[in-house]
């Protein structure tokens, strides 16, 4: 195999211009998307991968709520 003659590697570093395409560092744990390696992530203690936050919560089921006033404890009350 032909090394290349702006990064001298065979296949071309991520970086430079004769590189086909952004290579693929894994997958979404959630959505499956490609994760490549010209984008960021997200990571978890976990070590699990995610395309964007919103995957992150949604694989961990966190929802933002608002409180009710159901969630207050009687005990909080003054009266
Ligand atoms: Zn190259
Ligand atoms: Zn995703």
């Given at each position: 195999m032909q090394s290349c003659d702006i990064?001298?590697?065979?296949?071309?570093?991520?970086?430079?211009?004769?590189?086909?395409?952004?290579?693929?560092?894994?997958h979404c744990k959630m959505c499956n998307d490609e994760l490549r390696y010209d984008y960021n992530y997200f990571r978890?203690?976990?070590?699990?991968?995610?395309?964007?936050?919103?995957?992150?919560?949604a694989f961990h089921g966190i929802t933002e709520e608002e409180w009710s006033s159901d969630d207050i404890e009687e005990g909080d009350y003054y009266d």
């Open positions: 990064c001298l590697s065979s296949p071309c570093k991520a970086s430079c211009p004769n590189a086909p395409e952004p290579p693929v560092m894994g978890d203690t976990n070590d699990d991968i995610f395309c964007s936050r919103e995957c992150a919560d």
